[in-house]
């Protein structure tokens, strides 16, 4: 299986318009790859905090369109990373978006884990609640953003609900590169999946991000990782390596807490 994951650079100077329009052309140069992974909140910046609600879109809204197109187009399977979501009812989600090859909405993610400490994306969206998985011809995604990565029983849940790899987009900061290549790499071993984490370039609001893309297998190697700046980072790994490594060191099977089955969605 081929996995190309586009590091965006977001940087000031660039309309949200011309981003989506650039990336959509990333996205179909990527054909004859089975997945394509894009990173959180690129169309507005992951701490552009103050765009959240200037830049939020309908679930189908333009970013769904110019999405659905590439995926099509290019005939991917399609993680297109994460949008401001603005609810019917109001509130504002920091929403994953994944579409199949034919271009239609496999499923949505909204994520639960929101970061920012009373402040920022915390007070600004809203909790999703559900647990998401999205079955390919060759794997089950289980989907996360960002700050879930710190969380490992949202991870446990979708092993639980029949994930073999995690698909985490982010806006990661470089001040904490060092904590997400080590947690990227713990969420593989302590789940025996493949960790496929994609990150955004350049500065949002005066933040550096840490880019480093990377992508793990079952037994926590380090199968490719990107640099710093705009990327995209292409790989092929072999999803029964999933099923082999669980069977052969079978340390799933040996646990004794948190067994409670979480709901399966998507």
């Known amino acids: 299986m081929r996995a190309s994951l586009i590091q965006i650079a977001v940087e000031e100077g660039e309309s949200v318009e011309s981003r989506r329009g650039r990336v959509a052309s990333l996205v179909r140069d990527q054909a004859g790859a089975d997945l394509v992974v894009l990173p959180e909140l690129w169309t507005t910046g992951a701490f552009a905090y103050e765009r959240f609600a200037e830049e939020a879109e309908p679930l189908e809204g333009p970013t769904y369109e110019a999405m659905a197109k590439a995926a099509s187009d290019a005939g991917v399977w399609l993680h297109a990373g994460s949008i401001s979501e603005r ?46 998985t999205v079955r390919l011809p060759d794997t089950i995604l289980g989907l996360a953003t960002c700050y879930d990565l710190r969380f490992p029983e949202l991870f446990r849940g979708l092993v639980d ?26 969420r593989a071993v302590e789940n025996q999946s493949f960790v496929l984490a994609c990150g955004t370039a350049g500065t949002h609001a005066g933040v550096p991000q840490a880019g480093h893309s990377i992508v793990v297998d079952p037994w926590g190697e380090v199968l490719a990782e990107a640099g710093a700046g705009e990327e995209i980072l292409t790989v092929d790994f072999d999803p029964g390596k999933v099923a082999v490594t669980r069977e052969q060191f079978p340390a799933l099977k040996d646990r004794v807490l948190g067994l409670e089955r979480p709901r399966r969605a998507g």
């Open 87 to 132: 609810d019917p009812d109001g509130p504002l989600y920091n929403t994953s978006l994944v579409f199949s090859p034919s271009g239609e909405l496999a499923a949505a993610y909204r994520k639960i884990h929101r970061f920012g400490f009373d402040k920022g994306e915390a007070v600004l969206m809203a909790a999703g609640s559900e647990l998401v």
């Open 161 to 186: 609900a029949g994930a073999e790899t995690l698909v985490l987009p982010a806006g990661w900061p470089e001040r904490r590169r060092s904590h997400w290549t080590l947690l990227a790499q713990a």
